[in-house]
Nanobody, 122 residues
Framework: QVQLVESGGGLVQAGGSLRLSCAVSGRTFSRYVMGWFRQAPGKEREFVAA????????SYGDSVQGRFTISRDNAKNTGYLQMNTLKPEDTAVYYC???????????????WGQGTQVIVSS
């Protein structure tokens, strides 16, 4: 059983920063792509960012490009999403996900966390 647990969400003012973490535990894979997604109330889930196993490749959604940075520490089985210059429209539940196929770019994530709430006040 694989578990992904997000942390680091909270309330922040517009222009502020937050750093989300995603800890992977259980029957971990030898390699996996990690992705971050978000879903705001009444909206569909949106791709935020993804990172390859080695970290050499990253991808970002248009709405966060230049403001968010994805990273990972494989020794700790943990991924991160550094979010800077936050805007009210970034308010959402943020989910991390893992794709053990390591295909790049990933289009199918098998494992998901429960999500962490981010609220950006204006």
């Amino acid at each position: 059983q694989v578990q992904l647990v997000e942390s680091g969400g909270g309330l922040v003012q517009a222009g502020g920063s937050l750093r989300l973490s995603c800890a992977v535990s259980g029957r971990t894979f030898s390699r996996y792509v990690m992705g971050w997604f978000r879903q705001a109330p009444g909206k569909e889930r949106e791709f935020v960012a993804a990172i390859s196993w080695t970290g050499a490749r990253t991808s970002y959604g248009d709405s966060v490009q230049g403001r968010f940075t994805i990273s990972r520490d494989n020794a700790k089985n943990t991924g991160y999403l550094q979010m800077n210059t936050l805007k009210p429209e970034d308010t959402a539940v943020y989910y991390c996900a893992a794709d053990p196929r390591t295909t790049w770019p990933s289009n199918e994530y098998d494992y998901w966390g429960q999500g962490t709430q981010v609220i950006v006040s204006s």
